[in-house]
């Protein structure tokens, strides 16, 4: 039976990490291994400077499950490495309660998670679902909806890898499943962030500082991450390791750009 590894960012102790975890019992062996705290929009890090610590604990629904004092990638590391035993098929990281878009694939910690199982030679998928405009459905239900289309596309990964260093970002809209229209297949939009700085002092009259502003948008061009979203689709894109702007590698090794003398 494959082994499937299920981790996110939002913590061991979010309802739908077990919600996804229920969904995929049965397709394979699954082992939760998830942070013990939130660490949303934490991005790639690497615990060096300190021990990791894990224990086992065990969910309302009966599963024993694993949590780590690291962040989503560590508990991807660790569990690759040996620490819970064997070695892994599928990581699946979710699913998270806001959408992963465009650029927040910088920031995110679920999408952090999937590609340090890419690192490692894992392939693996991010999962996230957020709100549209026009719907309002309960969490569960939202949750629900994206486990389904986990389990679906776990399914196929596990019969059909994708290429070496490739991960499925996923993003579900919060819409009942009989206003979902399907999927697409995307590349990532372009988001807009509004981000303000919010200066303030503390009571010894030393300023400190927030990061605040608007909610992002998204411009919601056809074939992006964000006109399926906007469309009424779940949004599937590829994503990889490789950063490289080939188009422009190739232009610069023809001398189509030169440092100034």
Not at 157 to 179: K, M
Request: aromatic share 8%; glycine share 12%; with cysteine.
């Amino acid at each position: 039976m494959p082994k499937i590894l299920v981790t996110n960012d939002d913590g061991v102790y979010a309802d739908s990490i077990r919600v996804l975890a229920a969904a995929l019992d049965g397709l394979g062996d699954v082992t939760v291994v998830a942070p013990e705290r939130n660490w949303s929009a934490a991005g790639h890090p690497k615990t060096l400077h300190k021990p990791l610590r894990m224990a086992q604990i065990e969910w309302s629904d009966g599963r024993r499950v694993h949590v780590c004092s690291g962040a989503p990638s560590d508990c991807v590391a660790l569990a690759i490495l040996g620490a819970v035993g064997g070695t892994f098929d599928l990581v699946i990281s979710g699913i998270n309660d806001s959408f992963n878009l465009g650029c927040d694939v910088l920031y995110s910690g679920t999408v952090a998670a999937a590609m340090e199982s890419l690192v490692m030679g894992v392939p693996s998928m991010a999962l996230s679902t957020g709100a549209v405009e026009g719907y309002a459905i309960e969490d569960a239900e939202a949750w629900q909806n994206a486990a389904a289309y986990a389990r679906t596309l776990a399914a196929g990964l596990l019969e059909r890898p994708l290429p070496p260093q490739t991960l499925f970002n996923v993003n579900v809209p919060r819409r009942p499943a009989a206003e979902i229209l399907g999927h697409r297949f995307t590349c990532l939009g372009r988001r807009i962030y509004g981000d303000v700085l919010v200066t303030r002092d503390d009571p010894w009259g030393k300023p400190y500082y927030w990061i605040g502003g608007e909610v992002p948008t998204g411009i919601a061009e056809e074939g992006s991450d964000f006109g399926a979203i906007e469309g009424g689709y779940v949004s599937i894109s590829p994503l990889g390791i490789d950063l490289t702007r080939h188009e422009l590698l190739a232009e610069l090794a023809l001398g189509g750009w030169s440092a100034p003398e």
